[in-house]
């Protein structure tokens, strides 16, 4: 098979924005398309086309990859007329690094399937420090030959790369890492809430613990930077909502309950109705009240 050079880049937000640029300097042709055509810019300043619409950046592709917010978003631009679906060329791999639900995964991959399309879900793990330093670790779901066929792309973007099983997979191990990421948030906000209602001084609890079998990426990446009144997305309130909102959905699907997840998303949803979904996820310390 020829070599894959021409992609298309969809969402070019915190994450995609970073995914795309790394694709660019290794040598891919790449359009970009975004809703706000400003986030694209510096891509474009860099070399990449700039397309009108999803379709526009769909079609005659080799591979067409997508990073937007939510589900809708991932099913509108895969699904409407005149989008990535329609507009792709026989035999095009569409991937979807979005985090989104597995059941949107699997109407895609069925989709792409009845055109000759190859299309697999691919979300990503690594917050926007692993999308700069392309260390990211993705967690892939659909054919394996198709997964096989563009691992030299994955390898552009991340370091971990994992191939889950059939359609729908990479989303659903997307699923896991975000419960695991609910609780470890809200414990280590939780300890500092215990540690400023005990009368301790926060830092030196923070100096004790984060080296300690209770540290963690959550403790030392992400909550550090709110202890330090820095609530700047990283990985927004309203995108952890979401995720929690798709793995609370498809665990009663299961049959699992999760009451740690249903805590924090209760939480979370306060958060987002006070205003403060765009803030980091570090912000739950002012939930916790241990900052203000
Ligand atoms: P973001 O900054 O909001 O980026 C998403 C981009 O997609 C935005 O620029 C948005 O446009 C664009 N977009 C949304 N819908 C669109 C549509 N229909 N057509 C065209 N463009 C559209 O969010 P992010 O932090 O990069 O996250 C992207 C995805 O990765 C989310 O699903 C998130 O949960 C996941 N994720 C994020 C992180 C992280 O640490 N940030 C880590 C892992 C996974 P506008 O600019 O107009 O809003």
């Not at 300097?25 to 510096?42: C, I, L």
């Not at 999803?54 to 067409?64: H, I, M, R, S, T």
């Not at 409407?80 to 109407?107: F, H, N, R, W």
């Not at 909502?241 to 740690?260: F, H």
Request: charged share 20%.
């Amino acid at each position: 098979m020829a070599k894959l050079k021409k992609i298309g880049f969809i969402g070019t937000g915190i994450m995609g924005a970073a995914m795309a640029g790394h694709l660019l300097n290794a040598g891919y042709e790449v359009s970009v398309y975004n809703r706000t055509k400003s986030k694209a810019q510096a891509l474009i300043d860099k070399g990449a086309r700039w397309c009108e619409t999803a379709g526009e950046c769909a079609k005659n592709q080799d591979v067409v990859i997508t990073m937007v917010g939510y589900p809708k978003d991932v099913e509108q631009i895969y699904l409407a007329e005149g989008g990535i679906v329609d507009s792709a060329k026989k035999g095009a791999y569409l991937i979807d690094m979005t985090t989104s639900s597995p059941i949107v995964a699997e109407k895609i991959y069925a989709a792409a399937k009845a055109k000759n399309l190859h299309a697999l879900d691919a979300p990503v793990t690594g917050g926007d420090i692993g999308a700069k330093d392309a260390t990211l670790s993705i967690l892939i779901g659909g054919d394996k030959e198709d997964f096989e066929v563009l691992i030299p792309i994955f390898e552009v973007i991340g370091k971990n790369i994992v191939y889950e099983g059939g359609a729908g997979s990479g989303q659903k191990t997307k699923a896991c890492n975000q419960i695991a990421i609910a609780g470890a948030l809200a414990g280590v906000c939780e300890a500092f809430a215990y540690a400023k209602a005990a009368g301790l001084d926060i830092e030196k609890v923070y100096a004790a613990i984060s080296k300690g079998a209770a540290s963690s990426v959550q403790m030392t990446g992400v909550v550090r930077k709110g202890l330090d009144g820095d609530f700047k997305p990283g990985f927004m309130l309203k995108h952890l909502a979401k995720d929690l909102a798709i793995g609370n959905e498809t665990a009663t699907a299961y049959g699992q309950a999760l009451p740690i997840l249903g805590m924090v998303l209760h939480e979370i949803r306060n958060m987002e109705k006070s205003g403060q979904g765009a803030e980091g996820t570090q912000a739950l310390l002012k939930y916790y009240g241990v900052v203000d």
